[in-house]
């Protein structure tokens, strides 16, 4: 094993009853760099975020973080972000601070204060009172406030406001760290693709095209958001 690479996928596959949402993906991803996991909705990305994070389990493959095999200690290496709000609605800010701080242990405080400010939220504020961009922002800071070595992030800039969306990009770059990775799942590509040192393109469960986003921008003579639209737009 080649400890330059936090994430290994081989031939993952994840099959339901009726249908199979991953269909042999395999990605690698290198400490220190950026993944944008790319495509319309349905299309697989959330499916492979949750067995990255340990909430499903995969069909087959291999997959490794950190050069462990799926289990109770890669768990602990990961901070997910789902596709939706799971605080309690009577929390304060400061109270999701504090209950993150006791459930994990690599949770660091100061730094959730300190992006707190960031993010332009109030301690005090309700989660009930929070626009939907300020709840993605408060999520944000839970989880970019973990020490973890991989950072999981599922469609985080969906229907938030611009202004909350340029903090939110702001945010994750400012997370950038060379021990760890971020995996940001997407369909608004036009926001963000400029983070990305990686990207792959995925459809019905499969890697459409991946690799290197500066080789892929030379390669093709076109941005990752007209890739992007080049391969979906008749999917």
């Known amino acids: 094993m080649n400890d330059q690479y936090i994430v290994r996928i081989e031939n993952l596959e994840k099959k339901y009853t009726r249908k199979r949402a991953l269909n042999g993906v395999t990605i690698s991803l290198e400490k220190g760099k950026i993944l944008g996991l790319m495509g319309p909705n349905g299309s697989g990305k959330t499916t492979l975020l949750k067995i990255l994070a340990g909430l499903r389990k995969p069909s ?19 901070s997910f972000l789902p596709d939706r709000n799971i605080l309690y609605r009577w929390m304060s800010a400061e109270d999701a601070i504090r209950f993150y701080a006791d459930y994990f ?20 504020e309700k989660i009930q009172t929070m626009s939907k961009g300020m709840v993605e922002k408060m999520n944000l800071t839970l989880v970019f406030s973990r020490n973890a070595k991989l950072y999981l992030l599922d469609e985080p800039l969906g229907g938030v406001d611009p202004v909350a969306r340029d903090r939110i990009v702001s945010a994750i770059v400012k997370t950038y760290s060379e021990n760890s990775s971020i995996i940001v799942s997407t369909h608004l590509v036009n926001d963000v693709e400029n983070m990305f040192d990686d990207v792959c ?10 690799g290197s986003a500066e080789s892929l921008r030379a390669e093709r003579k076109m941005s990752i958001n007209q890739l992007y639209v080049q391969l979906f737009q008749d999917k």
């Open 60 to 78: 087959g493959g291999t997959v490794t973080i950190g050069g462990k095999p799926l289990g109770t200690e890669t768990k602990a290496m990961v």
């Open 201 to 210: 393109f995925i459809h019905e469960g499969t890697c459409l095209l991946q």
């Open 105 to 124: 242990r690599d949770f660091d405080t100061e730094k959730a204060f300190d992006m707190l400010s960031f993010m332009n939220l109030e301690r005090h």
